[in-house]
């Protein structure tokens, strides 16, 4: 023992504090040597617990555990052992300060959802009885269920706590919902499932999720081209539209070059020219990717494009604004616009639009749909003053109704 050690347990102090204090170092110096520890990890985060692991009945479905009073493992918190999952239901109020001692039960399954952003969410569950009494660390626990009612634990966290009444599940190859949901411990939720119809317009059944029409399709685009090329020693931004749904939003974007000794890539889509060569460059986030190919040269070789910005669709007798962005090599140059329509044949004229306006210094034009209940596409052109970068965009004319 340590001069340290001698002092700070020799400080004036309770004969019981100075007993529970002898008894958890004994305790931690002792119990990692049991066949009966294992070092587990979490399967919420990157977390490992050390805990002793022993039969607590003749179920092998359940299991006691035992870990310093000290470890930050909780109720609710689901492990990876042997491999399979446990999740923690029950820890017991006082062991004297000493050590925590409490049970666990397998996972039978995850169950899995859409949340309210549109993305896949899961748990895993394992099932409980109707006596919340025998949760205890000594009492065996049977029990058996009607086929059509299921009861099960989870954890409590940020995504589970929204779970209400009717909230549907896919498991068993059966759909479930939700019939009663107990939220009171702030670690664990109990909820009693009831057998429910399974809709094939909106659940999937071979990914056992229920309304998986509500499930968000994020898109990523980048607008600079799709072979680019940049000097040595020269930059180049990005320029990245991410879309849910259609609809434009912001969404968290990690950048990667293929090869990091041709080109760098920051994280906000900084493109930087390190030594000649090829790579490619990709934009990912929500599960979705896309990436574009890149050539480091000494030279540049002119490579003019042109984009129009706006909306896909009009409705009938209604006008929308349409933008012009001119590129070469990727980087935006200045220049003025001239914007016309035609069939989608990109020849023939069209009567379901016409241009009812532009200004060549903004380079935007506003498009102007028909009144005659015409519907289908057409496409919007555009060049630069010269002709070298031209640029088009189809657009349907919708009904109101």
Not at 142 to 167: A, C, H, M, V, W
Not at 168 to 197: A, C, G, M, P, T
Request: glycine share 6%; charged share 25%.
């Amino acid at each position: 023992m340590s001069y340290l050690d001698k002092y700070t347990r020799n400080k004036p102090s309770s004969l019981r504090e100075l007993r529970v204090s002898d008894t958890k170092r004994l305790f931690k110096t002792h119990y990692k040597d049991t066949p009966s520890y294992f070092k587990v990890k979490s399967a919420n985060n990157d977390l490992f617990y050390e805990m002793q692991i022993n039969d607590s009945s003749d179920l092998k479905d359940q299991k006691s555990l035992t870990t310093s009073i000290d470890s930050l493992i909780s109720l609710g918190e689901t492990i990876s052992w042997n491999d399979e999952y446990w999740i923690v239901v029950h820890f017991d109020k006082n062991m004297g300060d000493v050590y925590k001692r409490g049970r666990m039960y397998q996972c039978l399954h995850q169950l899995k959802w859409i949340d309210d952003e549109g993305a896949i969410q899961n748990t895993w569950f394992t099932y409980y009885s109707n006596d919340m009494g025998s949760l205890g660390i000594k009492e065996g626990n049977i029990f058996s269920l009607p086929d059509e009612t299921r009861r099960l634990i989870i954890q409590n966290n940020d995504y589970t706590n929204k779970f209400d009444k009717g909230q549907r599940f896919i498991f068993d190859r059966r759909s479930w919902d939700i019939h009663y949901i107990d939220r009171l411990n702030s670690n664990l939720i109990y909820i009693v499932l009831k057998e429910d119809q399974f809709n094939t317009a909106t659940d999937n059944l071979e990914l056992e999720i229920a309304n998986y029409n509500k499930l968000a399709k994020y898109e990523i685009s980048i607008s600079n081209g799709e072979m680019l090329a940049i000097k040595v020693g020269d930059t180049l931004q990005l320029n990245v539209k991410t879309t849910k749904n259609g609809t434009p939003v912001e969404i968290p974007l990690l950048f990667t070059s293929s090869d990091d000794s041709v080109a760098s890539v920051s994280d906000t889509g900084l493109v930087s020219g390190i030594q000649k060569g090829s790579c490619s460059i990709q934009a990912s986030g929500k599960g979705v990717s896309t990436s574009i190919e890149l050539n480091i040269i000494e030279e540049l070789t002119p490579n003019y494009t042109a984009e129009i910005i706006g909306e896909d669709s009009i409705y009938l007798n209604r006008t929308s604004t349409y933008t012009a962005i001119f590129r070469n090599n990727g980087s935006e140059i200045a220049d003025t616009s001239r914007f016309w329509i035609t069939a989608l044949d990109g020849i023939s004229t069209t009567d379901l639009a016409i241009i009812e306006s532009q200004n060549p210094s903004n380079r935007t034009c506003v498009v102007k749909s028909n009144n005659n209940r015409k519907l289908g596409s057409f496409t919007l052109h555009v060049e630069n003053s010269n002709g070298l970068s031209t640029g088009k965009k189809d657009i349907k004319v919708k009904s109101l109704i």
